[in-house]
């Protein structure tokens, strides 16, 4: 395998604690940088402040092996690694679609400095096309080691819940290089992922552009099937036709693929919405702003399935809200996840409490970062205790735990056995069978 390399990672959030677990368990020694000093102190114990199933494990056990430690301090970084990611956010920016680069370039404005010998940056923040070329002459013009500081882009495809998965066993591996700089770059990146690539991992080496471009459009295209079936439903629901037999039947063509053809609330999270939106601005900024337009109507039509919801609730109950009370399972954006970003569950939750019901949500991991974001709704302790004297139940968030629960239980802990769900994710026949009233997204109410 390759050889150990000194590796640093800065920013310690989803991505950057879980790229620097990766790297220990790939046989670095890594080190992670963060300005939070409670997050670092936090991970230094080997705890995690967010929900990802096998990080925990991963992290106590690098950090007790001495190969994965935590600091506040980017010069003992600087010092310490030879190789340095950058795994900061990337946040919307107020009032606009544009990504704030703001943490991306206070990185390089710190690190490149305190660079005195030859060293490799690699990215893996999503960013706007163009910004890798960018930071990349910015390094040289600031390091004291001039152009023996090299920057490249190694962008990250993770999905939250199989996070660990993805580091150590990814599809693909996607190295940006600069042009006129190809060599160092990339044998760097080879020996930082020998492990992966001796498993004949395919390693893509690209110019920086199509580096960040990958991620952008992988992107693009997971939001676009997933409003394209949402858009499907719109119209199964106005002719009695069924979607999920639909996306059945498409899926068996392996052109398309049965993956992210879910009709159901659409997609939410820290990536997706975001991301979406910071390609179209650089598509307007690069004077392109046609080649991307259809992204807002992909962005339009997953708003307006979280609408469509609450319509659906308020006729389930009689056509009006105050009054009402209603049990919401899931407030993750996604299962096996605690991320309330741009979370549609939350967001139904929020506009039934707004428009005057009693809400009452339950979701396995997600009700303290939900509490945060929305401290006005009712959090219950468990999916009985959620549906007690509710007159709907919304399934928000496919988790199992919803999938398996016993609709007899549940029929008789609520005031009205009418269950609305929002993720096609239910058994329908056995809720039917135990004598509730079933809406599904996209399906005939039966």
Partial sequence: MGMTQKISVFGTGYLGATHAAGMAELGHEVIGVDIDPAKIDLLSQGKVPFFEPGLPELIVKHVNSGALRFTTDPAEAAEFAGVHFIAVGTPQKRGSYSADMQFVDGLIETLAPMLTRPAVILGKSTVPVGTAARLAARVRELAPVGDDAQLGWNPEFLREGFAVEDTLNPDRLVVGVEKDRPGRVEAVAREVYA??????????????????????????????????????????????????????????????????LGAGLGFGGGCLPKDIRAFQARAGELGLGKSLAFLSEVDAVNLRRRSHVVEMATRAVGGSLPGTTIAVLGAAFKPDSDDVRDSPALDVAGELHLGGATVRVYDPQAMRNAAVVQPTLTYADSVEDACRDADLVVVATEWQEFRKADPVALARVVAHPRVIDGRNCLPTQAWVDAGWSYSGMGRHAS
């Fill in 195 to 260: 492990t992966i690539l001796a498993r004949d991992t395919p390693f893509i080496v690209t110019d920086l552009a199509t580096a960040e471009l990958v991620k952008g459009s992988a992107n693009a295209f997971l939001a676009t099937k997933i409003s394209f079936i949402n858009a499907i439903a719109e119209i199964c629901e106005a002719t009695g036709a069924d979607v999920v037999q639909l996306a059945d039947a498409l899926g068996h063509d392996d052109r398309i693929g049965r993956k992210f």
